[in-house]
């Protein structure tokens, strides 16, 4: 599908290569995914029972969480661990740094990538 969406599309030199190129996108997408549903499901478990959200709320979270995950998907996984290392756990650049073994630097330009995707996802491509 998000090859028919392209403006072009160029006919492959190597159609038998692509395709398998393909197939190896989608299984990388489809176990990374799966291994984000059981993160989540891990630290659901480990929630008090009385506080644990309905199943229609964890079914919504899942969504977003996969959602957050395609938007992410077109960075490295050092800048997109980078993004949710700041966003989602509050983490300075410093920390970051050392728990990806990167310079500052290099955090701020992970950061400036993931910030530009949610760009694009709310306003789409920048002029």
């Known amino acids: 599908m998000r090859l028919l969406g392209r403006d072009q599309l160029n006919e492959p030199r190597e159609p038998r290569a692509f395709l398998v190129a393909i197939a190896k996108g989608l299984l990388f997408d489809y176990f990374r995914r799966a291994a984000l549903e059981q993160a989540y499901l ?31 998907g077109s960075l490295s996984s050092k800048a997109r661990a980078a993004f949710l290392y700041n966003r989602l756990d509050g983490l300075g650049h410093m920390e970051i740094a050392q728990r990806l073994g990167v310079s500052v630097p290099r955090v701020r330009q992970y950061l400036a990538q993931g910030i530009r995707q949610c760009y694009i996802a709310l306003y789409g491509e920048p002029v």
């Open 42 to 72: 891990t630290e659901l478990m480990l929630i008090p029972e009385g506080e644990q959200p309905s199943v229609e709320e964890q079914q919504l979270i899942l969504e977003d969480l996969k959602n957050i995950d395609r938007l992410l």
